[in-house]
DNA sequence: AATGGGACCTGCGCGC
DNA sequence: TGCGCGCAGGTCCCAT
């Protein structure tokens, strides 16, 4: 579900709702997006704690809690949140001493809950690559250089460049016209730079308008996000170019599926 | 180094 | 209506 923008939305969410909230109580669904420590331990160690700040690296969201813990949590491809009453889908329900309620909804289970005294370590966060926010152009294009890799495949690749997921990165092709099937090591630097240009404008965009909610993901308060009308390839294989008509096409990239225009996208 | 496949999971929409 | 299949916004791990 989340990429960059979807997870900032969800943090100044958080930083509305949830900051300075007392947990009052855990109630953990399904034990198994419980990463560590063992459940009872978690449920322990957050009760009766404030939420004291939430920061956010790349698609990973990071809840300090009082008394020196983090609490990180990473959404993977089907998880969100929501503030406000006990879900009865929840998988983990954060009940705050008000009685309002974060609630973790993970459809497919594949999301991560971490409680940990630190996240520096974490080995997903040691390997991620810059934001495209902290490269400069130049350092967009020394990814590039002496990569044979798809642009898409790398464009995704967490440890080289962290944020994208395959919506973005289609849509940040699109605006570059530059197919997603190019070796990394072919674009030009004019193409290099448009590209780096549509990322950061697409981001921006896309938490201008609190992302895209493409399938299951909603912010905290359950509102859907307002990208989803301004994709302009991602899920419109078999519909036409908004620029030149032409019939969009899918192919498949690292296991992805990945949307362009033929014609536009060379 | 790069790519392809499978694994982890559930749930939805589609065609028959 | 019911069933099987393909597919889904992420990441890791293995084989080649």
Redo the contacts with the bound molecule.
């Keep these: ?3 960059l923008p ?1 997870v900032e939305t969800i943090k100044r969410g958080l930083e509305k709702f949830v900051v300075g909230k007392k947990i009052a109580k855990v109630e953990v669904l399904s034990p ?1 997006v419980v990463k560590e420590p063992a459940v009872k331990e978690f449920v322990r160690r957050l009760a009766g704690k404030t939420v004291k700040q939430v920061l956010r690296k ?3 969201l990071i809840l300090k809690i009082e008394g020196g813990e983090y609490l990180v949590v ?5 998880g969100w949140l929501t503030y406000g009453s006990p879900d009865k ?1 929840a998988r983990v329900r954060f009940i705050f001493s008000d009685k309002s309620c974060l609630n973790y909804m993970d ?4 999301g991560e809950l971490r409680l940990r005294s630190e996240f520096e370590s974490l ?2 966060f040691k ?1 991620l690559g810059p934001e495209p926010f902290e490269l400069t152009l130049e350092g967009f294009k020394n990814l590039l250089k ?5 642009i898409k ?1 790398l464009l ?1 690749d ?2 080289l460049i ?1 944020g ?4 973005y990165a289609a849509e940040a092709l699109f605006a570059a016209k530059i197919s997603p099937l190019r ?3 072919s674009l030009t630097d004019k193409e290099a730079q448009s590209l780096y240009k549509s990322i950061i404008n697409i981001l921006n965009q896309a938490i201008k308008y609190k ?7 909603r912010d905290l308060q359950g509102n859907k ?1 307002g990208m989803d009308k301004h994709l302009k390839v ?2 419109r294989q078999g519909q036409r170019c908004f620029l030149c008509g032409a019939v969009l096409k ?1 192919v ?6 990945s949307v362009y225009c033929p014609k536009c996208q060379k």
């Design positions: 579900m989340p990429e979807e198994k790349a698609k990973l990473h959404l993977r491809i089907s889908k459809s497919r289970l594949l080995p997903f390997k002496s990569r044979k890799t798809k495949a995704m967490q440890h962290s994208i997921g395959n919506i070796p990394a090591l992302g895209a909610s493409v399938d299951t993901y996000g991602y899920g899918k498949n990239i690292g296991g992805r599926s």
